[in-house]
């Protein structure tokens, strides 16, 4: 492995930021740490850094114990945010700069940072100063300095969030292809949903400080392991229930629960490309209507009614919404072609964890 954290945890004073985090990263892996402000994730990619010190439990890089190793001992490449860079150095000097502090010979460290200017696509920049770069071109020289002396891991902390949406998507396609090339271990901070699941191989899902759930793109998305990462992953309807008699009810909509104690409140989610919309009102065994569409690009999103006040949503291309004639106001018959009975997360403040029959379980057909 080249990453491996061990029943990590870290305190500040009275306050739990990570708590018992235990992880691997494979060589090679492009991996991102996702959550909302104050989830651990920063702590957790400072900490393997070695700019802050686990309270308990250890972390191993390539197999070796580094709790008490120095940041500069590591050969760990770091991104800030804020990119860092030094502002009365031009380029060159910058990405130069830790092979002058590690006494690279000159003619290797001229060879080194010509290298990555042609890689990362400075060639011409050498001379310029960062007030005289773009936000994209910054964060390109960022890493280039952080690469420069041939790390074994790159750490990046949230490093597009300060460049505007286009130049955001540029460099995360920049990302993968600089990935794809170099190979090298690389964990990277974001909030970003969409960036984490385009970007990475797989994602750490972190919340006040636990981990909730590791895995690849699809499978934090199509398999929620609790309800925080189903409602942090993409868009998913939550349904508060009641189980009776075997039946998880939430106003008109009827779930089978079979294994959940009679009185038990449950909640129930689905995707809303799980909702299954007709024009033909006895087609599906719900009614509902259409209270608002969202346009998306490609895709809309609808917002529907049920007679309870219940409101679901539904998506769907814009071409099978003109195919089927909705409009707002239409009057429409719907089901929930899948859905999960979710597990809360184990530090929820409304409960307990729900005990799942199985956690992955994927429930198909229709609603009853």
Same mark, same amino acid.
């Given at each position: 492995m080249?990453?491996e954290l061990?029943n ?5 004073g009275?306050?739990a930021?990570?708590?018992h985090?235990?992880?691997s ?6 991996v991102?740490l996702?959550?909302p402000s104050?989830g651990?994730?920063t ?8 700019l ?8 191993f ?7 008490d190793?120095?940041v500069?001992?590591?050969? $760990? *490449?770091f991104v800030?945010?804020? @990119?860092?860079?030094?502002k &009365?150095?031009? %380029?060159f000097k910058? =990405?130069a700069?830790g092979?002058k502090?590690?006494?690279?010979a000159?003619?290797?460290i001229?060879?080194r940072v ?9 060639e ?5 100063y960062p ?9 390109r020289?960022?890493i280039?300095?952080a ?6 891991v790159?750490?990046l902390d949230e ?5 505007d949406a286009k130049i955001r998507?540029?460099?995360r396609?920049w990302?993968?292809t600089l990935h794809h090339d170099?190979n090298?271990t ?10 984490a699941?385009?970007v990475?191989n797989?994602i750490?899902i972190f ?6 759930? $590791? *895995?690849?793109?699809?499978?934090v @998305?199509e398999?929620?392991? &609790?309800?925080? %990462?189903a409602?942090? =992953?993409?868009?998913?309807n939550?349904?508060?229930?009641e189980v009776?008699?075997g039946?998880?009810?939430?106003g ?8 959940y ?7 129930v989610?689905?995707?809303p ?8 009102l006895?087609?599906?065994s719900h009614q509902a209507?259409i209270?608002q569409?969202?346009?998306l ?13 219940l409101?679901?949503r ?10 089927l004639?909705?409009y ?5 018959s719907?089901?929930v072609?899948?859905y999960?009975i ?6 929820d403040?409304l409960?307990?964890?729900l005990e799942t029959?199985?956690k ?5 057909g229709?609603n009853i």
């Amino acid at each position: 492995m080249s990453i491996e954290l061990k029943n990590v945890s870290k305190q500040f004073g009275e306050v739990a930021a990570v708590n018992h985090v235990s992880f691997s990263v494979k060589e090679g892996e492009l991996v991102a740490l996702l959550g909302p402000s104050g989830g651990g994730k920063t702590t957790v990619l400072r900490m393997i850094a070695g700019l802050e010190m686990p309270t308990e439990g250890d972390i191993f890089i390539r197999g070796e114990r580094v709790n008490d190793i120095k940041v500069q001992k590591r050969n $760990i *490449g770091f991104v800030f945010q804020n @990119y860092a860079l030094f502002k &009365n150095m031009n %380029v060159f000097k910058n =990405i130069a700069f830790g092979l002058k502090i590690k006494k690279w010979a000159t003619k290797d460290i001229h060879d080194r940072v010509t290298e990555l200017l042609a890689l990362l696509g400075l060639e011409g920049f050498e001379k310029r100063y960062p007030h005289q770069l773009s936000g994209g071109q910054r964060q390109r020289v960022a890493i280039a300095r952080a690469l420069a002396p041939k790390p074994s891991v790159l750490l990046l902390d949230e490093p597009f969030g300060a460049v505007d949406a286009k130049i955001r998507q540029e460099l995360r396609e920049w990302l993968v292809t600089l990935h794809h090339d170099l190979n090298v271990t690389t964990l990277f901070v974001t909030h970003d949903q969409e960036e984490a699941m385009e970007v990475s191989n797989r994602i750490l899902i972190f919340s006040r400080g636990y981990m909730e759930q $590791i *895995g690849s793109p699809r499978e934090v @998305y199509e398999q929620p392991a &609790n309800e925080f %990462v189903a409602r942090f =992953i993409g868009v998913m309807n939550v349904l508060e229930c009641e189980v009776r008699k075997g039946i998880a009810y939430a106003g008109e909509l009827m779930f089978p629960a079979n294994g959940y104690a009679e009185g038990e409140k449950i909640r129930v989610g689905f995707r809303p490309f799980a909702v299954q919309i007709s024009p033909e009102l006895n087609q599906y065994s719900h009614q509902a209507v259409i209270r608002q569409t969202y346009f998306l690009g490609i895709m809309l999103r609808i917002e529907l009614e049920l007679p309870s006040g219940l409101i679901l949503r539904s998506r769907m291309t814009k071409e099978e919404y003109a195919s089927l004639a909705l409009y707002d106001g239409r009057r429409v018959s719907l089901q929930v072609r899948y859905y999960r009975i979710l597990a809360k997360e184990h530090h929820d403040p409304l409960g307990p964890e729900l005990e799942t029959p199985d956690k992955s379980t994927l429930f198909v057909g229709e609603n009853i």
